[in-house]
T-cell receptor
Framework: ETGVTQSPTHLIKTRGQQVTLRCSSQSGHNTVSWYQQALGQGPQFIFQYYREEENGRGNFPPRFSGLQFPNYSSELNVNALELDDSALYLC?????????????FGPGTRLTVL | TQLLEQSPQFLSIQEGENLTVYCNSS?????LQWYRQEPGEGPVLLVTVVTGGEVKKLKRLTFQFGDARKDSSLHITAAQTGDTGLYLCAGTKSDKLIFGTGTRLQVFP
């Protein structure tokens, strides 16, 4: 059974640029959630995708967008990058309706905006 | 707006000591989870508590969910250097996880 994987592991961008982060969900999982974790803080919920549709969104502006593909993998896109977007971006997969709503996290993508 | 506040924010102790981490909220959650996160990795689930007043034990770790399902605590007995990491509580609302502010624990030999 393959766990959650994310790519790339590290990324450096400049203000105003656009970035795409990728996540492959764990086998058998149909739901992907994205989180932003600033240094020294807990993860903040960005949005969740279930069956290729957005299924809930946190307090993030529209320049944060996402996609989920038929194989349940997912992308997070951020446009017009700002310095404060520098963070660890975590992806978590789960099986909707599964017991305890357990989410399995990937190792994250560390984004630095200069 | 952080719905879940953890305390303390930082904790530095020696091996063998006991410690308690608190997770408090004014909101009611359907369940609450505790995670540990190590540098360069995503959070790893330690336990889920569902029922108000529930107590769960995982070796030297004891987790309690408050009677009103608004708060929780994590108690570690005889801490070891391997317990070092970032401890996160997370409440479940409408199938979404809301994470706490985190407690960074450093255990020295």
């Amino acid at each position: 059974e393959t766990g959650v994987t994310q790519s790339p592991t590290h990324l450096i961008k400049t203000r105003g640029q656009q970035v795409t982060l990728r996540c492959s969900s764990q086998s058998g999982h149909n739901t992907v959630s994205w989180y932003q974790q600033a240094l020294g803080q807990g993860p903040q919920f960005i949005f969740q995708y279930y069956r290729e549709e957005e299924n809930g969104r946190g307090n993030f502006p529209p320049r944060f967008s996402g996609l989920q593909f038929p194989n349940y993998s997912s992308e997070l896109n951020v446009n017009a990058l700002e310095l404060d977007d520098s963070a660890l971006y975590l992806c978590a997969s789960s099986h909707s309706g599964g017991s305890d709503n357990e989410q399995f996290f990937g190792p994250g993508t560390r984004l630095t905006v200069l | 707006t952080q719905l879940l506040e953890q305390s303390p924010q930082f904790l530095s102790i020696q091996e063998g000591e006991n410690l308690t981490v608190y997770c408090n909220s004014s909101s009611v959650f359907s369940s609450l989870q505790w995670y540990r996160q190590e540098p360069g990795e995503g959070p790893v689930l330690l336990v889920t508590v569902v029922t108000g007043g529930e107590v769960k034990k995982l070796k030297r770790l004891t987790f309690q969910f408050g009677d009103a399902r608004k708060d929780s605590s994590l108690h570690i007995t005889a801490a070891q250097t391997g317990d070092t990491g970032l401890y996160l509580c997370a409440g479940t609302k409408s199938d979404k996880l809301i994470f706490g502010t985190g407690t960074r624990l450093q255990v020295f030999p």
